[in-house]
């Protein structure tokens, strides 16, 4: 088969389109005009044998050392004896879906022995890249009892990769303890080691590595969500900057896998800099920002106003919320028909708990067993933690209510409305938590999916020194600026998606208004 170009590629990937404070900070604001929120429809109807093909679309083009090719005539650079041990896997394990083609590229470099930087958008499906890859690169490098190490940051998307693994998965805790026997780690019966960072600093976790280290049985080295590790100043992003410890826990010709939803251009520059990889990575990135996702960032009351409103009849919070989503919730409630689901995310807990308290006020509903609603944050004990959890992916509660912690870790098919009720430090945020509705279904479809971004003065005042300029930039000009186009500079990977259907008319606040004018 053809070799392989030294240097790293990218790849601009595309979703397929389918035609299916202070007071003087406060007292100049003024109310954004709320449209009436539409219920979302089915979304995109994409058939299945695009499904298949919507990372393989004509127009899409490698830069391999420079020269633009097409995309299919990359995939045919690729080893066709690894194609064909993929291919023999593929039957066996007998999956009920089909891989999309960076799914097929990237787990057949690893298998090449190359090591791959992966960026594609929230629920397209990258964690089926590592956990394929584990089985396929055992097989080849004659390592039976070999073990794909895979660094995951984040708690509350352990338990979303665990149960959706297509492969038996042992974790490593934060404390270092094994979710197995070490004597079935060591002898392969888990493919798949899913480690905190934490957990390569504690005794145990220091033990288990090095023993697996010892008899070298790490013949793959992942990491996900690499963009946040960057943005960590303690261990964790120490780990992955310092490439001679990652490659380390690895066998001599164990590639490195890294991945992220919403890394930005620079941050991926960044990493493959860092890393100093044996042999130049193959870099698919594309755009996260998807054409399914609707930006509006809409003007919240006054921070004086609290969420009540004030006594001579300003609204309040409450009263926007009750606008742009909860009068049709309610309404939906009562007339026996499936409300849509909302997924609200705050930066603090003290907002998500005056939410909760008016949600319980409005239904009547106090028990948690049998509310409609839900709250996840970090101090729940990790028992309820995982209960919650599990039923937000049955789709149980209709309403969740999460802080910053769980950005990333709310498994939900079908939430309609995402609603962040301050800005975020980072634009990426909002791709991020907007990413968490609307997650591509198993016949490839994604769902509408509204997102809305709450601020005022007060919450875009420069004493947060954590906020990127970036996003303030972005809510003081929604008016006046696309926030697709926005988002798309910030990330500057790939070519700018219009909104759904090609055009703009599921789009952000600019879009809105320009169409009404």
Known sequence: SPAMASGPVFLPLVESSSSGSSSEEEDGEEMLEDEEVQPAGDGLAISQELARSNYSEAGSTVEEQGEPI????????????VLGQLEELLSTLGLPYSLVDFQRIAVVTLGMGRSVVLVVPTGSGKMTVPLLAALLVRLIQGVPRGITLITQPLSALQLEQVGNAICPVAVLSMSGALSCSHEELYNGD????????????????????EELRRQQLITLVAVDEFHTLLHWKNFRGSMLTSSSRLRAFGREDAPILIMSATATKKEISTVMKSLSLRNEPLLLATNPVLQHIKFSVVVKPPQAYGFNGRGEGKPGLKDLLWRIFFRQWMADREAGIAPKIAIIFAKKLPQLLLVHTWLQKLTGQVSAATAPFCMVHSHLPPPTEKVILENVAKEHYSIILATTRFMVGINIKRADFVIFLEPFDELA???????????RQADGTRRKVQTYLLFNGHSLTSKNTEMDEEVRRMCRSATTTCTRDVLHDYFNLGRKEKGQEGGHDWCCTFHDNVASS
């Open 70 to 81: 097409k995309l299919q005539d990359y995939a045919r650079m690729l080893d066709t004896t």
């Open 190 to 209: 888990y493919p798949v080691l899913l480690a905190h960072p934490e957990s390569y600093d504690t005794p145990e976790g220091q033990r288990i590595l």
């Open 429 to 439: 945020a909002l791709v991020q938590g907007g990413g968490r509705g609307g997650r």
